[in-house]
Structures are given as structure tokens and as C-alpha cells.
């Protein structure tokens, strides 16, 4: 089992910055990946970002140049630096942790106003 717990979110001018952070924790062997999907009202949910163990570092296209993911091995963290960000990245974020399983935290909102 690995708990997942977010924080970071909140309001930001159009411009403006956030740092999302996730710390895991439980009893686990490894993690494959860590990442950040988002969703936003009426919207499925979609990968935003991912760091694979020994991976590649995977990001969404409307994201790319604008968001930075960071990972911690020895802590089981992630971070998610956004930039420049714009209204539509409005959404709840979600971090997931891959084991032989994903699990989810519980997300953040994040809002960007114009």
C-alpha cells in the first residue's frame, strides 16, 4: 500500500507560478514512477507529467517548457514546478505513485485566473 499526500495548490494570476509537492509513504519495495495528472470540470483526466525510475521524463505537450517535474528517489517525493501558467491549466491535480499498482492522492486544486 503507498499513501500519497499533495500540497501546493491554490489561486494564481495568469503569469504567476506554483510548486505542487507529493511525499509517498507505506509499505512498499519500489516505485516505478511518480507523476502529476489533472482534471478539470467536465474534462477526463490527463497525464500532465511523469519521472520514471531510471526512466524517461515524460510531459504533456501543452506543458512542455513551462513545467518542470523533480523526483526524489531516497524521500519518495515529487515535485512539479509550473511556470507561466495560463487559465486553462485550471484543474484538480493528482499525484500517482506505480508500484505493481498506481495509486492516487486525493488532489489539489489549482486555479488560474486572467
Known amino acids: 500500500q503507498v499513501q500519497l499526500v499533495e500540497s501546493g495548490g491554490g489561486l494564481v494570476q495568469a503569469g504567476g507560478s506554483l510548486r505542487l509537492s507529493c511525499a509517498a509513504s507505506?509499505?512498499?519495495?519500489?516505485?516505478?514512477?511518480m507523476g502529476w495528472y489533472r482534471q478539470a470540470p467536465g474534462k477526463r483526466r490527463d497525464l500532465v507529467a511523469e519521472?520514471?525510475?531510471?526512466?524517461?521524463?515524460t510531459y504533456a505537450e501543452s506543458v512542455k517548457g513551462r513545467f518542470t517535474i523533480s523526483r526524489d528517489n531516497a524521500k519518495n517525493t515529487v515535485d512539479l514546478q509550473m511556470n507561466s501558467l495560463k487559465p486553462e491549466d485550471t484543474a484538480v491535480y493528482y499525484c500517482?505513485?506505480?508500484?505493481?499498482?498506481?495509486?492516487w492522492g486525493r488532489g489539489t486544486q489549482v486555479t488560474v485566473s486572467s
Open positions: 500517482y505513485a506505480v508500484t505493481n499498482y498506481y495509486y
Open positions: 507505506g509499505s512498499f519495495s519500489s516505485i516505478n514512477a
Open positions: 519521472v520514471t525510475t531510471g526512466g524517461p521524463t
